[in-house]
Structures are given as structure tokens and as C-alpha cells.
């Protein structure tokens, strides 16, 4: 039985109880959702191609679904939600619609994500990116060694 914890009241729940306090649902750690069948948009960049996933957003209707809540004699209907992928990812920590979206065809994993969908040259952007950081990560600690070299240096002369 697939049960949730929930980080504001520190309680685990069955899916269907998604209500921590009244009018409040239960939060749950972050989950991101990709797509897998993102619309792309080619874009001529430098005279190559560019596929620009950033401009795309799409929307998922009924999710979650609507539903219907009684009470005494009386039903509710709740309406359906809807939610928005921006360059082909979502992120969320509601538990109903982690639910949902876990059942979902056509979404997947991150880590899939990136290895089927990414093409050779946005992999090769991140890849450099990554590069990048480590670089000026580089940098960062080199400045710092030799600013305390430097302060260690003083510290001798005035010795
Ligand atoms: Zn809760």
C-alpha cells in the first residue's frame, strides 16, 4: 500500500487523505515530473539548429481530477485542477497531485529524462556548464589559498 509522509504534521497517510488541517493539505517532499513526448521548438542559433525546450509550456488538465465530496445529504463537486509544465518539468509538493501524476502516461524520471530526451547538444551545454562551475570553483579556492598565503606572508614580515 503506497503511503506518504507528510513534512508539516510529521504523519504518514494513505493516499485519499490529503488533508492535514482544515482547508490545508499535506505537504510531502518535492518531486519533479518530466516529459516525455515535449513539444520542441527549432530555433536557428549560429546558423545550426537549436531546439529551445525553455520556450515550451504545457498544460495538464484535470489533474487532479475532479471530484465529488459528501456530506450528510449534500455533494460537493470539487472541480478538477490543472498543471502547467514549464520546459518540460514540474515540480510539486502536493501529495494529490504526486499521486495522480505517478499514474500518468508520458511522464518519467529526471534521471531518464536526461538521457533519452536531452540531444547531443544540449547534453554537451550542460556538460560544459557543469565544466564551468567547476572551473570557477577552481578559481575561487585558488584566490583563497593565495590570499592566505599572502595574510601568512605579512604575518612573518611583521614577525
Ligand atoms: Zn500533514
Not at 515535449?38 to 509550456?57: C, F, H, L, M
Request: hydrophobic share 35%.
Amino acid at each position: 500500500m503506497e503511503k506518504f509522509h507528510c513534512l508539516e504534521c510529521d504523519k504518514d497517510f494513505k493516499p485519499g487523505d490529503w488533508i492535514c488541517m482544515p482547508g490545508v493539505q499535506h505537504r510531502v517532499a518535492t518531486k519533479r515530473y518530466f516529459m516525455d513526448d515535449a513539444p520542441t521548438v527549432t530555433e536557428w542559433r549560429d546558423g545550426r539548429p537549436y531546439i529551445n525546450k525553455g520556450a515550451s509550456q504545457t498544460v495538464i488538465l484535470n489533474i487532479p481530477p475532479e471530484r465529488m465530496i459528501r456530506e450528510g445529504e449534500q455533494t460537493t463537486r470539487l472541480p478538477g485542477g490543472s498543471v502547467i509544465f514549464i520546459r518540460v518539468c514540474y515540480e510539486t509538493a502536493d501529495p494529490e497531485i504526486q499521486f495522480h501524476l505517478d499514474r500518468k502516461a508520458g511522464l518519467c524520471t529526471e534521471q531518464r529524462w536526461r538521457e533519452v530526451y536531452l540531444n547531443d547538444d544540449e547534453k554537451f551545454q550542460i556538460k560544459n556548464l557543469d565544466l564551468a562551475a567547476r572551473e570557477q570553483r577552481l578559481v575561487d579556492r585558488e584566490n583563497d589559498l593565495l590570499s592566505s598565503v599572502k595574510a601568512r606572508t605579512r604575518e612573518v614580515a611583521k614577525a
